[in-house]
């Protein structure tokens, strides 16, 4: 039986290998058939927002969590 657990990992898996061949693999490899991979590996700008958003929001967020807890402690 799967868990919320084993969810979010293959959703990260399944990320992980999409953003890697869009941003690395896509200049090296000829274009894949799917349109949407497609799109995305022949934009020169937004590729790498999609990937980085994640990472800025995690920032973010546990920022904001740290702040709070200063801000309830003192």
């Not at 061949?21 to 200049?27: A, G, P």
């Not at 994640?54 to 309830?72: E, K, L």
Request: no cysteine; proline share 3%.
């Amino acid at each position: 039986m799967l868990n919320i657990g084993h969810i979010i990992t293959t959703l990260t898996a399944a990320f992980f290998v999409v953003a890697s061949y869009v941003i690395l693999f896509s200049t090296f490899l000829p274009l894949s058939g799917i349109h949407a991979l497609d799109l995305l590996a022949q934009d020169t700008h937004y590729k790498y927002f999609a990937l980085f958003i994640i990472p800025m929001g995690a920032y973010f967020v546990i920022a904001n969590w740290v702040g709070w807890q200063y801000y309830q402690n003192s």
